[in-house]
T-cell receptor
Framework: DQQVKQNSPSLSVQEGRISILNCDYTNSMFDYFLWYKKYPAEGPTFLISISSIKDKNEDGRFTVFLNKSAKHLSLHIVPSQPGDSAVYFCAAKSGGYQKVTFGTGTKLQVIP | DTGVSQDPRHKITKRGQNVTFRCDPISEHNRLYWYRQTLGQGPEFLTYFQNEAQLEKSRLLSDRFSAERPKGSFSTLEIQRTEQGDSAMYLC??????????FGDGTRLSIL
């Protein structure tokens, strides 16, 4: 079963506008969430994370929001830049386990 | 380049052959992970090492798969008697205690 779900396979946004990528999870034991960015022929690159004790974490143009009651998180990119075009993976882990569970990814295209 | 290094980048082999991949983690990281990624999916966790000890294994890691990290530095992942379904990108990641996992660019395995 897919415990981390990214229901939008793709998203197109104009340069300078906000990109919002969404993620839902089903496992209530998840307590740490991450976003990774992946370019073709490269491994995933860590972007930003959030612990379940917070509802928001910000790093430059990237902000992650967590709604625990809805088991939903989102990544906001403002302003979006053409170099942000990539596949974005939402991921989660629980407790003392090191296993990270990934979603299927959302391909973001930022149009100049 | 002090990132995670994986070798080879691409491996083509015939069904039934054995293959071995190598991962060199970031030097100060004592934690090492293997993942597998197939087309259209996110990375799937295979196994985790802390130093030389293999502490977590996924049920995806069948008896044909074995991973080692003999001296707590580099790691190898061996697949015996390869099958068509083993075709995938094999990703290695490393982390420090409490830090995010940093990925290499992967080894793409193609089974003829």
């Amino acid at each position: 079963d897919q415990q981390v779900k990214q229901n939008s396979p793709s998203l197109s946004v104009q340069e300078g506008r906000i990109s919002i990528l969404n993620c839902d999870y089903t496992n209530s034991m998840f307590d740490y969430f991450l976003w990774y960015k992946k370019y073709p022929a490269e491994g995933p690159t860590f972007l930003i994370s959030i612990s379940s004790i917070k509802d928001k974490n910000e790093d430059g143009r990237f902000t992650v929001f967590l709604n625990k009651s809805a088991k939903h998180l989102s990544l906001h990119i403002v302003p979006s830049q053409p170099g942000d075009s990539a596949v974005y993976f939402c991921a989660a882990k629980s407790g003392g386990y090191q296993k990270v569970t990934f979603g299927t990814g959302t391909k973001l295209q930022v149009i100049p | 380049d002090t990132g995670v290094s994986q070798d080879p980048r691409h491996k083509i082999t015939k069904r039934g052959q054995n293959v071995t991949f190598r991962c060199d983690p970031i030097s100060e990281h004592n934690r090492l992970y293997w993942y597998r990624q197939t087309l259209g999916q996110g990375p799937e966790f295979l196994t985790y090492f802390q130093n030389e000890a293999q502490l977590e294994k996924s049920r995806l890691l069948s008896d044909r798969f074995s991973a080692e990290r003999p001296k707590g530095s580099f790691s190898t992942l061996e697949i015996q008697r390869t099958e068509q379904g083993d075709s995938a990108m094999y990703l290695c990641a490393s982390s420090s205690l409490g830090g995010p996992q940093h990925f290499g660019d992967g080894t793409r395995l193609s089974i003829l």
